[in-house]
């Protein structure tokens, strides 16, 4: 403390000049503008941004420009598939199918299983958590107890038996399956985020003017719980894509009958071990191009959300 | 002032100590335990006593100071007092309101009279808000047929004033909490707690966090705006050297109880609790060359789940091991009494102390140089420098 307890000079406002003037053009945008501002200046989630929307426009119009039919099986020249060639730039596998075609078709389904079950785990994981962690006392002993119990439960365990009672290779089980076993993870980040901030002081100055529990839990809590939630479920919906790859690797995923980068890469098993790469090179850098792209946009995003991030 | 300087006899911890003027808020044995759960089964199984028992009076237009190390329970009291926290038991009245009956619509009215304003300059802001939004939240939340709040426009023009009111540009408005300094941010603060025209503003160490050279400019936008707005405060420090500047009566606090309450200049001047007396001791000299013997205190805080027997201070009372270490302070629970003079005292021994009492109490101990300027630690070394 001061040992001058009588300070002179009343209220002057010396600290007022500490913020410099020249942010004013700033001032007349919006929160999105902002927002949308930071994003554009983050290199790396443009470039992930661009990636991951070229793999969005091959998942919707893909098959139609490079059409593939994964039950025509014309015979490949070489025994182990043909290398690429200016007729088949990517190759093709020991059936002569077109690895290029193949992969370009497989987007659908992998960005697919990613995207929606990514958007399902974030529904289901914010409402919960946040319910969870806004009211505590009972509803949160509740539902983190359905927590434990998913978290408690294998996830291929899950899979294998469902695919035995749903029938191999269903596409929307496998989301709703992936999407379902995924929120709790997203629940209980939300969950320590909203109980943690519901202690802050700006939530009791917001209760203290009378601000309604909506209001607090949507405006002031939400918004800085969200940047680590984002991060998540990008990083999820990477995990997913690649978890696709991995159950159809043990034949539990996506059927023969139909393609995906997953399966593709299932089908070159036992291709690699003999050289030829082709089969599983180019359908495993689409999974690791798209999975790197949706990080970089994860991370954009949590910055551009956060007014502290500089310009 | 409706009464004279006397006061009213009074029944310990019954009945509220009065003091002159008339009263804007009155507390009577308020109590807010938190409750301590433990094992699978989230058993009960004890309560953390942060509040244990508290009555005052804070007249109109008073600067009513509240003392104490971290932890007695300050800040717990003024939140329980604006409705932050649920009460354990005990009461509250403000204007003869009863705040801890009000339900739904009465309760958001209720509001409107009393505000807050909190330690933490950045805590206290929501940085994901604009200064617009922070300030004008309380007037949308409060909009009805009484006023224009509704209207965006409205709501803003207002905004724009109270950014005045405490030293700001207008144009502030529409940027982030992370673009101002520490004691920009408690203005912005302040501008929040004024925005609704409250009577009564609970200011919880609303200085403590800031640099020494804007404390000073702070505590005097407050006595400019008390003046200004006719407000009351509840003005919580754990120093004593702010608590003088800015109050008008004082209380201070140990472990959940009050252990002394008592005009500022009388304080001061003539302590009359053990505790009070050591805070005291640790307040910085002005003049450097005068050094005095600081009166630290032995011991840790006891836990306030755990409070000791009789006393709450006879674990590190100084006064009881000058006198012998008598029976009463353990075992007997001191009753806040009143000395006369609207002072209040809640020990057995208040008579005794005196200033060669405490030259020999202080004498056993190390010379500290109290006049270090930097020194915004607390009197008692065991303290954590913030709550
Ligand atoms: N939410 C809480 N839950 C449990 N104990 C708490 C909580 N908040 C404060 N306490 C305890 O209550 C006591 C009083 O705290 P507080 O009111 O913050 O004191 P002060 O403001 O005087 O530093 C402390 O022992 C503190 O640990
Ligand atoms: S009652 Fe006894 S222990 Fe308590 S403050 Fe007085 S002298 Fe100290
Ligand atoms: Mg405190």
Known sequence: MTTEHRAPGGGTIEDIVAVPDNEVALESLSQWQLARRRFRKHRLALIGLFIFGFMVFLAVFGPLIVPFNPMFLPGAIKAGGDQPSLAHLFGTDANGRDVFAMTINGARISVAVGLFSMIIAGVAGVTVGAVAGYFGGWVDNVLMRVVDVLFAIPFLFIILVSSRFFGKGDVLSLVLIFGLLSWPLIARLVRASFLSLREADFVDAARAVGVGDRRIAFRHILPNALGPVIVAMTLLMASNIVLESFVSFLNFGISETQISWGNALANAQGALSFGDWWWAFFPGMAIALTVIAVNFVGDGLRDALDPRSRE | ?387
């Open chain 2, 1 to 387: 002032m409706t009464q004279g300087g006397t006061t009213q006899p009074m029944e310990p911890s019954t009945a509220a100590p009065t003091s002159s003027g008339e009263p804007l808020v009155v507390v009577q044995d308020l109590v807010k335990y938190y409750p301590i759960f433990s094992g699978l089964f989230k058993r009960h199984i004890g309560d953390v006593r942060a509040v244990d028992g508290v009555s005052f009076v804070i007249n109109k237009g008073e600067v009513f100071g509240l003392v104490g190390e971290s932890g007695c329970g300050k800040s717990t009291l003024g939140r329980t007092l604006l409705r932050l926290l649920p009460q354990t038991s005990g009461s509250a009245t403000i204007s003869g309101e009863d705040i801890f009956a009000k339900r739904g619509k009465d309760l958001k009215q209720l509001r409107r009279r009393m505000q807050i304003i909190f330690q933490d300059p950045v805590g206290s802001l929501n940085p994901r808000m604009p200064v617009s939004d922070i300030i004008g939240e309380g007037l949308l939340a409060q909009a009805d047929g009484t006023n224009q709040w509704k209207n965006r426009k409205t709501r803003d023009e207002r905004v724009g004033e109270y950014l005045e009111v405490v030293g700001l540009r207008r144009d502030y408005a529409r940027r982030y909490p992370h673009e101002f300094s520490g004691g920009q941010r408690q203005r912005i603060g302040i501008a929040r707690a004024l925005a609704l025209s409250p009577d009564f503003v609970v200011c919880d160490e609303p200085v403590s966090a800031l640099d020494v050279s804007i404390q000073s400019q702070i505590l005097n936008l407050l006595l400019d705006l008390r003046r200004e707005f006719g407000l009351t405060y509840l003005f919580i420090a754990h120093n004593l050297s702010v608590v003088q500047y800015i109050s008008d009566r004082v209380g201070v606090m140990y472990l959940g109880k009050i252990a002394e309450m008592a005009p500022v200049e009388r304080l001061y001047a003539d302590p009359r609790h053990p505790y009070t007396v050591a805070l005291l001791s640790a307040i910085p000299d002005a003049d450097p060359r005068r050094r005095k013997r600081r009166l630290v205190l032995k011991g840790d805080v006891p836990s306030p789940a755990n409070p000791p027997s009789g006393c709450r201070f006879h674990t590190r009372c100084w006064l009881r091991t000058q006198l012998g270490d008598p029976e009463i302070c353990s075992t007997e629970e001191p009753a806040l009494r009143d000395l006369g003079g609207e002072q209040f005292t809640a020990c057995h021994f208040a008579e005794r102390i005196n200033p060669e009492l405490i030259k020999v109490a202080a004498a056993g101990q190390s010379l500290v140089d109290t006049s270090d300027a930097s020194d915004d630690a607390e009197p008692v070394s065991a303290a954590a420098p913030s709550a």
